[in-house]
Every structure is written in C-alpha cells, then in structure tokens.
C-alpha cells in the first residue's frame, strides 16, 4: 500500500510482498522526483523505519538531483 502523506511530498509504503514493495518504492520514488523535479531544490530521501514500512519524501537533507536511503533509527 502507498499513502501520500503530503501532497506529493512524502509517501508512506507498508507491504510484507518483496515484490510490491520494490513495486511501491519505485513508484513513490518517481512521484516524489516529479514533485522535487518541480521545485528544483530538493532530493529525495527513502527511510527504512522496519521491514515492512517506509517512507519516501522530498527531503532539504538531500542535494538536488539525489537520492539517498536511510534507516530510521530505532
């Protein structure tokens, strides 16, 4: 399942399929890049909080242009 969390900013994916999460990420990656693609600022920064939940947002963190992955700490 992929949420959006804001407005196309940030996405939440929760999935126990290995298939359909890559199939999420990717998917929340690309709109993600659609909206920083727009803005022209920010990157995009995918966050693991667990083995079946992510989140994929615009992030300040990350330079224009990029795509970072972190774990969230726990």
């Known amino acids: 399942m992929i949420s959006t969390i804001d407005g196309g900013r ?3 994916i929760e999935t126990n399929d290995a298939h359909r999460r890559d199939e999420y990420l990717n998917a929340a990656v690309e709109a993600a890049l659609q909206y920083a693609t ?3 600022r920010h990157g ?3 966050t693991r909080h667990g083995h079946t939940t992510f989140t994929v947002a615009v992030s300040g963190k ?3 242009g990029q795509t970072w992955e972190e774990n ?3």
């Open 10 to 12: 940030e996405f939440l």
């Open 38 to 40: 727009k803005e022209g």
């Open 44 to 46: 995009i920064l995918v």
């Open 62 to 64: 990350v330079p224009y």
């Open 72 to 74: 969230s700490p726990q």
